[in-house]
């Protein structure tokens, strides 16, 4: 609040600038009530105000540096709220006799379907029989108003304990969302994604870019993609990503939320040295989902816990049917393997139900390999699934869980093993499983207690491991969407055990707005 009690702001962002104008607000004789970088901004509204709230919230936002999403009250009009954005989510909600904003839609849908997505730089009015858009310059824009189609049950807890268990059982029900409006008479299409051939076969690389499990996705995204089309796949963190792109690079953006700073800063970065780039996005409207020069969205409808599961597993879904489709444009698969692969695709749906219909045992193993700190071990695709397990573990469970190449193992991290260390060994690559069974009786043979995860039928690995937890039969090629499914059961059973937030860890946001 201002110190004339004038002013009181909400700010989703950060000031990068504050330090600096919280000197020069102190000099001026303002008071500042807390450390945060948000309260340079109500005392700035003070300085502005001469009874021209928007000219002050403009000059205001003149002088911010960083990203922000700021809503505005003044006593001096007790019935308006005023919003301003910079590089952070914002969201008008229309009512009737109400309005709202709010930097998520999914925190809008139970009170209406009507948003009005507010541009950067943006500012409005909002009363509760009135909505007024200004541009950065301070001139009336008319803005269009967009339905939401997810509906408030999917928004809901739907009689679950949590967010987080709801959107494991929904997997099946969003895979299906995913493939089935592009899957036609056997054939992928990818509507949105207008590259036409002669364009497609200029593609040198392809850089996949994202944050946390959306880069795990990536990360399980290539091996579809570089075996089926032979193109090669370069995955790197957002917030690493120095890319080496030119107009012969195709970008995937990969978001669940669409708002993640460092994939926005990645995605604006391969844009502007000419790549082209897709964004793999599920929240419609979101920024990312507007910066990509094509959209595919993932359909997984609202994700409200901060863990994702079936955002992360639609994304595979929409990586696993570009793999297919750019293979067969560029006539890099034959026709029978083609038409075998879309059909496994069509099968993952039921095959997801099947993997969480056989893992009820799950929260039985929590006490044995989820009281310790534990290591998630795999190979190729199978270790892009003990990434991806190992931070489901982490974030909601605290527990500290890392994951290694199985192969790595040997180079220094098996001195970490001794009596009774829990290791989940991903092991669902047919291909790679005698090797990933030679680790496993290596870690044994140090002390080690063993869950192995594999597909139903393999009897090696019963002899080898203490315990195993199996998923269907699955072509190696997708076989991370159901094999993650286990892992993520795991870590919210560990979670319930300790009694942790689940569906708001701690220290976490849902979509991380700030770089
Ligand atoms: C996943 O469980 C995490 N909460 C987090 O790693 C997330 O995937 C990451 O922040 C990226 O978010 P996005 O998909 O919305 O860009």
Same mark, same amino acid.
């Given at each position: 609040?201002?110190?004339?009690?004038?002013?009181?702001?909400?700010?989703?962002?950060?000031?990068?600038?504050?330090?600096?104008?919280?000197?020069?607000?102190?000099?001026?004789?303002?008071?500042?009530?807390?450390?945060?970088?948000?309260?340079?901004?109500?005392?700035?509204?003070?300085?502005?105000?001469?009874?021209?709230?928007?000219?002050?919230?403009?000059?205001?936002?003149?002088?911010?540096?960083?990203?922000?999403?700021?809503?505005?009250?003044?006593?001096?009009?007790?019935?308006?709220?005023?919003?301003?954005?910079?590089?952070?989510?914002l969201i008008?909600g229309?009512?009737?006799?109400? @309005?709202y904003f709010a930097s998520d839609v999914?925190a809008l849908?139970?009170?209406?379907?009507?948003?009005?997505?507010?541009?950067?730089?943006?500012?409005?009015?909002?009363?509760?029989?009135?909505?007024?858009?200004?541009?950065?310059?301070?001139?009336?824009?008319?803005?269009?108003?967009?339905?939401?189609?997810?509906?408030?049950?999917?928004?809901?807890?739907?009689?679950?304990?949590?967010?987080?268990?709801?959107?494991?059982?929904? &997997?099946?029900?969003?895979?299906?969302?995913?493939?089935?409006?592009?899957?036609? =008479?056997?054939?992928?299409?990818?509507?949105?994604?207008?590259?036409?051939?002669?364009?497609?076969?200029?593609?040198?690389?392809?850089?996949?870019?994202?944050?946390?499990?959306?880069?795990?996705?990536?990360?399980?995204?290539?091996?579809?993609?570089?075996?089926?089309?032979?193109?090669?796949?370069?995955?790197?963190?957002?917030? =690493?990503?120095?890319?080496?792109?030119?107009?012969?690079?195709?970008?995937?953006?990969?978001?669940?939320?669409?708002?993640?700073?460092?994939?926005?800063?990645?995605?604006?970065?391969?844009?502007?040295?000419?790549?082209?780039?897709?964004?793999?996005? @599920?929240?419609?409207?979101?920024?990312?989902?507007?910066?990509?020069?094509?959209?595919?969205?993932?359909?997984?409808?609202? =994700?409200?816990? !901060?863990?994702?599961?079936?955002?992360?597993?639609? &994304?595979?879904?929409?990586?696993?049917?570009?793999?297919?489709?750019?293979?067969?444009?560029?006539?890099?698969?034959?026709?029978?393997?083609?038409?075998?692969?879309?059909?496994?695709?069509?099968?993952?749906?039921?095959?997801?139900?099947?993997?969480?219909?056989?893992?009820? &045992?799950?929260?039985?193993?929590?006490?044995?390999?989820?009281?310790?700190?534990?290591?998630?071990?795999?190979?190729?695709?199978?270790?892009?699934?003990?990434?991806?397990?190992?931070?489901?573990?982490?974030?909601?469970?605290?527990?500290?869980?890392?994951?290694?190449?199985?192969?790595?193992?040997?180079?220094?991290?098996?001195?970490?093993?001794?009596?009774?260390?829990?290791?989940?060994? !991903?092991?669902?690559?047919?291909?790679?499983?005698?090797?990933?069974?030679?680790?496993? !009786?290596?870690?044994?043979?140090?002390?080690?207690? !063993?869950?192995?995860?594999?597909?139903?039928?393999?009897?090696?690995?019963?002899?080898?491991?203490?315990?195993?937890?199996?998923?269907?039969?699955?072509?190696?090629?997708?076989?991370?969407?159901?094999?993650?499914?286990?892992?993520?059961?795991?870590?919210?059973?560990?979670?319930?055990?300790?009694?942790?937030?689940?569906?708001?860890?701690? @220290?976490?946001?849902?979509?991380?707005?700030? =770089?």
């Amino acid at each position: 609040m201002s110190n004339d009690g004038r002013f009181a702001v909400v700010h989703n962002g950060i000031i990068e600038n504050y330090l600096e104008l919280r000197r020069e607000l102190i000099k001026d004789g303002y008071i500042f009530q807390s450390e945060t970088d948000t309260e340079t901004i109500v005392h700035l509204l003070e300085l502005y105000y001469d009874g021209d709230i928007k000219a002050a919230v403009m000059k205001t936002a003149a002088r911010l540096e960083g990203s922000y999403a700021l809503g505005i009250v003044c006593t001096d009009t007790p019935d308006a709220l005023y919003v301003v954005r910079e590089a952070s989510p914002l969201i008008l909600g229309v009512g009737v006799g109400e @309005n709202y904003f709010a930097s998520d839609v999914t925190a809008l849908v139970s009170h209406t379907k009507n948003v009005i997505y507010l541009e950067d730089g943006e500012f409005a009015k909002l009363t509760p029989d009135s909505i007024t858009v200004c541009d950065c310059a301070g001139r009336e824009v008319k803005k269009p108003i967009s339905r939401v189609t997810w509906s408030v049950e999917a928004a809901e807890k739907g009689g679950y304990e949590h967010f987080m268990l709801k959107e494991i059982m929904e &997997q099946p029900a969003a895979v299906k969302a995913a493939l089935a409006p592009r899957i036609h =008479e056997g054939r992928v299409q990818l509507d949105g994604f207008e590259l036409g051939e002669e364009e497609l076969r200029g593609i040198s690389k392809i850089i996949i870019t994202a944050c946390g499990s959306a880069y795990y996705a990536g990360c399980s995204g290539r091996y579809a993609i570089e075996r089926l089309c032979r193109v090669p796949v370069q995955v790197e963190l957002a917030s =690493e990503l120095r890319p080496m792109v030119d107009e012969h690079t195709l970008v995937l953006v990969i978001s669940q939320s669409g708002e993640t700073a460092d994939t926005i800063a990645a995605l604006k970065e391969c844009k502007a040295r000419g790549a082209k780039v897709i964004g793999i996005v @599920n929240v419609v409207g979101s920024t990312i989902a507007k910066l990509a020069d094509f959209t595919l969205y993932t359909f997984a409808g609202p =994700e409200i816990a !901060v863990a994702t599961t079936k955002g992360y597993t639609t &994304q595979l879904t929409v990586l696993y049917l570009f793999a297919l489709y750019m293979a067969e444009k560029l006539g890099r698969i034959d026709a029978e393997s083609y038409t075998t692969l879309v059909k496994e695709l069509q099968h993952l749906p039921r095959k997801l139900q099947q993997t969480i219909d056989m893992n009820w &045992q799950i929260p039985k193993l929590v006490s044995r390999y989820a009281s310790h700190s534990l290591f998630f071990i795999g190979r190729n695709t199978d270790y892009a699934v003990a990434l991806e397990g190992a931070l489901k573990m982490k974030e909601i469970s605290y527990l500290h869980a890392e994951s290694y190449a199985a192969g790595e193992l040997k180079h220094g991290t098996i001195a970490l093993i001794e009596e009774n260390q829990p290791v989940i060994a !991903v092991c669902c690559n047919e291909a790679l499983m005698d090797k990933t069974l030679s680790n496993i !009786v290596e870690v044994k043979a140090r002390g080690a207690k !063993v869950l192995a995860l594999s597909c139903k039928g393999n009897k090696k690995i019963v002899s080898q491991a203490d315990d195993v937890i199996f998923i269907p039969r699955v072509e190696t090629v997708f076989s991370a969407a159901l094999a993650v499914v286990p892992l993520q059961l795991l870590a919210y059973y560990a979670a319930k055990e300790k009694g942790c937030d689940i569906d708001k860890p701690k @220290n976490l946001a849902k979509s991380v707005t700030v =770089e």
